[in-house]
């Protein structure tokens, strides 16, 4: 039953560069990831990480994302780079795939 907190999303024009952060209320799971839903598109996984730092990443996101944890701190960021416009969703933090109550999301949108 953690509770997660995303933040750091905004507008940014491709290209561009974002930070953004989940703050949970307690100890985060085994494997996070940030997952993203589009407008009309199903929620997907974009990023993975292990307790650990192993990550894994999805094919559209390859090179440009960068998934972190600090454990002690209960947070999880991503750091997006080159963004394009395909990458405009609402973000969400969450165990992957063992996930609890999904947070409210932070919307990045990447329009010139």
Do not use: H
Not at 21 to 38: E, K, L
Not at 90 to 98: E, I, L, R
């Amino acid at each position: 039953q953690v509770q997660l907190v995303e933040s750091g999303g905004g507008l940014v024009q491709p290209g561009g560069s974002l930070r953004l952060s989940c703050a949970a209320s307690s100890t985060i799971f085994y494997v996070m990831g940030w997952y993203r839903q589009a407008p009309g598109k199903q929620r997907e996984l974009v990023a993975s990480i292990t307790n650990i730092g192993t990550t894994d990443y999805a094919d559209s996101v390859k090179g440009r994302f960068t998934i972190s944890r600090d454990n002690a701190k209960n947070t999880v960021y991503l750091e997006m780079n080159s963004l394009k416009p395909e990458d405009t969703a609402v973000y969400y933090c969450n165990g992957a795939p063992d996930r609890g109550y999904w947070g409210q999301g932070t919307q990045v949108t990447v329009s010139s």
